[in-house]
């Protein structure tokens, strides 16, 4: 019986794998020489990279001085500037762009040096070209081939401008709008003076590709820690990239600190200078009206009274300035212009925790995006949230000047109110004294304001004189003879390694998981229970016959086992008919039919061999007769037995070929004449051999 096995249920025997595994070394061999071999070419072929990196720290302690605090006062805190915002700032389109366009790195002149098995870029070649910026940038990008032929002179060509011609060092060049001058480079340490390849470059596409070469890492352990790096072909290009780049940051950096200083400054010194004119005509104006009116000293309890007033106008003026300030911010947010320039509350004195936080959060989101837009990132998403922010947060404000406003008006009404009740008491006094008090009283107010502003700007001055970036260069870029980055030779071969063990054993698994045909015993023990009587070997000969075939050959003896397997189940004798089919045509059934005869023959015994396969039988080929008598013709009664039968073929051994092909094979063993003539046949032989169709694709067998 049959033994039905879901392949699902073992998907794999890893014995057979295995033993599939070693069998077939000599593929894991060829695939690691294989793997090993491309490692070897990419090791040696592809560009080696090397790291350049420079630490920096954020000093919180020196952003007092800087746009935040000058604008904030006692707002500026340790995540002011966070270390995201300074790595973003580092890798800025506008900071890159100014590093690589420093006349002293010359960064759009690129030098390749021609190897006898890769080209290599260098900052330092055995020659330098000379010329000027706009030579390289207004002209297409191109290159040129230098070769030195001794120590004056050299070969010079460009493919492209199909150009060619010998040149002396300091020569002035002129070819089509490329002008420039080509010297030796003493400085080049080499007896080996390889060819030289000049390209001019944009300084824009060279911003580019650095500002995506830079990368920024922090320090877990220490927060304000920055390392900023970049894989460079030559290590020293890298270097200068690095420190010149720090160097244009902290420059920048402290050029806004002082500028952000300076516009406080100069809103102070206009506000002083006003009130120096309004001091001014007010002390003549109150020189002028004692002059005039001659106006005794006031007594002591008047003088009560006008300080008292004096006080409270003096406080009437601080929440006027202060109004005056919201009025200025309210329009300032309206008109949406450089917001990042906005007076800070403090300022105005005004000490206000929320106000000041959201003005914070709105100038640092100018920033950002600002900073988005000079890099040519306008149509950046990050753009689009930014405004919506700034609209969320200038809403925010508004609503918080507002308040503030309607807080301050009723202060202000107070304030007016006992001012008022202050000079009811002065209504005894003359007229001159209540006007000769009015003019002091403002010109009291005015000093107070004069001083208030006066110490602010000192304050001021005094920070801007002292202000600083943020950033210090702790650990400087520097050259060092390090191993390349990439690529890693060690981990180039350990994966390479690797991939030369995993491809052929998963070829193999994988082939091993498709594979849908039985190719060994062990396959058929374990799909079904139909018990093995015989292995017969692949037939790689042109013969298929054993009476053709080396008696002692592998498939002789697998012929001569199957048939003492089936002499050892048969051991009664009771069996004489061997029916033999297979699934589809081509599986060798009608080989194993002939075969099996013939050394059924061998042994003495009397052996047919009868074609049963009335499809498309091969039988007679391999007896070298014709197929126009036989099976067919028997049981249609056309032939006798006799008149079919082939007569030892070899000895002991008959032969009944299929005949004609009928019109309708299946019906043809369906009547009597063919139980009658196996009847028949039993009785003459000890021994019949049926090769039939096969049974996946027709019914005859059956």
């Known amino acids: 019986m049959e033994k039905k096995i879901n392949p699902l249920d073992q998907v794999i025997d890893f014995r057979v794998f295995l033993y599939k595994i070693l069998n077939n070394w000599f593929y894991f061999l060829l695939s690691l020489i294989l793997a090993i071999a491309i490692a070897f070419a990419y090791t040696r072929y592809s560009q080696e990279l090397y790291k ?56 759009d002149i690129s030098y390749y040096l021609v190897g006898n098995v890769k080209t290599s870029e260098s900052f ?72 030289t390849i000049v390209e001019f470059n944009k300084l824009k596409a060279v911003a580019i590709k650095y500002k995506s070469k830079i990368q920024v890492e922090t320090d877990p352990k220490m927060s304000n820690i920055i390392e900023i790096s970049v894989l460079e072909v030559d290590q020293r290009k890298g270097v200068k990239f690095l420190n010149t780049l720090v160097r244009n940051y902290i420059h920048n950096d402290t050029e806004k600190r002082k500028e952000a200083s300076g516009n406080v400054v100069r809103y102070i010194d206009n506000e002083i200078q006003m009130l120096r004119d309004s001091l001014f005509s007010i002390d003549m104006e109150l020189q002028d009206y004692k002059n005039l009116h001659q106006i005794p000293d006031i007594n002591l309890k008047t003088q009560k009274v006008y300080d008292k007033i004096s006080k409270l106008e003096s406080e009437l003026s601080i929440y006027k300035y202060q109004d005056k300030y919201y009025s200025y911010l309210e329009d300032y947010i309206n008109n949406g212009d450089e917001l990042e320039r906005v007076i800070a509350p403090s300022t105005y004195g005004i000490n206000n925790p929320t106000l000041s936080e959201l003005i914070k959060q709105l100038v640092n989101i100018q920033l950002q995006k600002k900073e988005l837009i000079d890099g040519g990132q306008i149509n950046n998403p ?158 790689h000969a042109a013969k298929s016959l054993l009476t053709d075939l080396n008696p002692k050959s592998s498939i002789s003896e697998g012929f001569r086992a199957l048939r003492s397997n089936l002499t050892y189940k048969n051991y009664e004798g009771k069996d004489k008919v061997y029916l033999l089919t297979s699934s589809v045509s081509g599986e060798g059934k009608t ?111 059956y």
């Open 382 to 539: 990050s753009v689009s949230d930014f405004d919506l922010k700034i609209i969320q947060l200038s809403s925010n404000i508004k609503e918080l000047i507002n308040n503030s406003k309607q807080t301050n008006l009723i202060i202000i009404q107070d304030l007016n109110s006992r001012i008022a009740l202050e000079e009811s008491n002065l209504n005894e006094l003359p007229i001159e004294q209540r006007e000769l008090l009015d003019i002091q009283r403002t010109q009291n107010i005015s000093e107070s304001l004069y001083l208030f502003l006066q110490e602010k700007r000192h304050e001021a001055n005094s920070r801007h004189e002292e202000i600083i970036s943020n950033i210090d260069k702790i650990e400087p870029a520097r050259f060092f003879n390090k191993q390349p980055v990439t690529p890693n030779v060690t981990r180039v071969y350990s994966i390479a390694l690797l991939a030369g063990l995993l491809f052929p054993l998963l070829l193999f698994l994988i082939l091993d998981l498709i594979n849908d045909k039985i190719r060994s015993r062990m396959d058929l023990e374990k799909l079904t229970e139909i018990e093995m009587i015989g292995v017969i070997g692949r037939n």
């Open 52 to 107: 350049s990196s420079t630490k920096i720290r954020i000093n919180s302690e020196n952003e007092s001085p800087s746009i935040s605090t000058m604008f904030y006062d006692n707002l500026s805190n340790k995540d002011n500037i966070s270390i995201n915002d300074v790595s973003k700032m580092f890798s800025s389109y506008p900071l890159v762009f100014q590093t690589v366009s420093d006349t002293a790195l010359r960064f």
């Open 591 to 701: 080989f194993i039919a002939s075969n099996l005869a013939i050394v059924f023959a061998n042994s003495g015994k009397r052996t047919l061999l009868l074609g049963g396969d009335l499809r498309r039988p091969k039988l007679y080929e391999d007896f070298d007769t014709n197929n126009k008598i036989g099976l067919s013709t028997i049981l249609s009664g056309e032939n006798s037995i006799e008149e079919c039968t082939i007569k030892n073929v070899t000895e002991n051994l008959d032969v009944i070929v299929s005949g004609p092909l009928p019109s309708n094979p299946s019906d043809a063993f369906l009547n009597e004449n063919f139980e009658n003539l196996i009847i028949e046949l039993k009785s003459k032989y000890d021994k019949i051999i049926i090769d039939t169709a096969p049974i996946g694709l027709v019914a005859d067998a």
């Open 124 to 195: 330092s070649a055995p020659i330098k070209v000379i010329c000027d910026t706009s030579i390289t940038q207004n002209n297409p990008v191109t290159k040129f081939e230098i070769d030195i032929i001794d120590e004056t002179s050299y070969k010079l060509s460009n493919d492209e401008l199909d150009f060619k011609d010998e040149y002396n060092f300091g020569d002035t060049i002129q070819i089509q709008s490329y002008n420039f001058v080509v010297e030796r480079n003493y400085d080049y340490k080499s007896e080996i003076l390889p060819k």
